[in-house]
């Protein structure tokens, strides 16, 4: 069973300013952390129930184990329900491999909602897109929302954080900016395709879009057509899906 000062001691990184200096991160839930076993990662601390510690009577590469009861669970969650099991991991157990050799690089802009980045992870997952580089601006793809809402894509993908518009630059890969007054995708024309030598296909902001400055480096301006011809934009999770599946189908 876990102590009561050590149940303080984990209690603080309910707090995402403390989970940013420690360089960790949390998971919870029985989806999420099954996909932390499947992945063989190392992990901190373990918190469960003795319902789930029965069905998983060996956790490899795990610093710490504690049993503990529902409202243990509860002061450790951040989640409304707490469920069943609760880890903490470092943060380097996810760093980012160099993608030069991926067909299809998704670049992401200043991608702010963390249900949005979430969801735009668990999407190249599903379309086997593993490389994602991020602007310096987009939220941290270890905000706890972010974590949840990738359904376990986030230990699947290799995810980078820089000078967007600098490696744009130096790619030498075609890029695809998706933009409002861009080609329209569904044209017989101008067809979306992927290059043999590979692309890089940039979403930007849920409100602003594409900055400036990663616009200058963008080689093929293209938009999904807006057929209804009423709704101001897409949601940025979405047109990252629609265009995901062009590119890939």
Same mark, same amino acid.
């Given at each position: ?5 050590? @149940? ?20 919870? *839930?029985?989806?999420? %952390?099954?996909?932390? @076993? ?8 373990? %918190? ?9 009577? &060996? ?18 969650? *951040? ?9 903490? /991991? ?11 050799? =991926? ?13 949005? @980045? ?18 310096? *601006? ?14 376990? !894509? ?16 130096? %790619? ?7 933009? /409002?007054? !861009? ?20 979403? *930007?902001?849920?409100?602003?879009? &594409? ?5 200058? %480096? ?9 057929? !209804?011809?009423? =709704?101001?934009?897409?949601? =940025?999770?979405?047109?990252? =899906?629609?265009? /995901? ?5």
């Amino acid at each position: 069973m876990i102590s009561k000062n050590k @149940l303080k001691e984990l209690a603080v990184y309910k707090q995402q300013k403390r989970c940013d200096e420690d360089s960790l991160f949390v998971v919870e *839930g029985v989806k999420m %952390c099954e996909e932390i @076993l499947a992945a063989n990662v190392p992990i901190q601390v373990v %918190c469960a129930t003795n319902s789930w510690l029965s069905q998983h009577p &060996i956790i490899p590469q795990c610093a710490e184990l504690f049993e503990v009861d529902a409202d243990a669970l509860d002061r450790l969650s *951040g989640l409304r329900t707490p469920n069943e099991v609760w880890m903490l /991991l470092d943060r380097n157990v996810l760093n980012g491999s160099k993608a030069e050799g =991926a067909p299809l690089v998704l670049a992401l802009d200043h991608v702010q909602d963390p249900g949005n @980045l979430g969801t735009i992870i668990r999407t190249a997952d599903w379309f086997g897109v593993r490389h994602i580089v991020c602007s310096e *601006g987009t939220v941290s793809c270890f905000n706890p929302k972010v974590v949840q809402s990738t359904m376990g !894509g986030l230990f699947r993908t290799q995810i980078n954080y820089t000078d967007l518009p600098a490696y744009l630059a130096s %790619c030498g890969r075609p890029v695809f900016g998706a933009l /409002l007054d !861009g080609d329209n995708i569904w044209s017989h024309t101008n067809p979306i395709h992927l290059p043999q030598e590979g692309a890089i296909l940039v979403i *930007g902001n849920e409100s602003r879009g &594409i900055t400036p400055q990663v616009q200058s %480096c963008v080689t093929h301006r293209i938009a999904i057509p807006n057929l !209804g011809g009423t =709704a101001e934009s897409l949601n =940025a999770s979405v047109a990252c =899906a629609i265009l /995901l599946a062009e590119f890939l189908r």
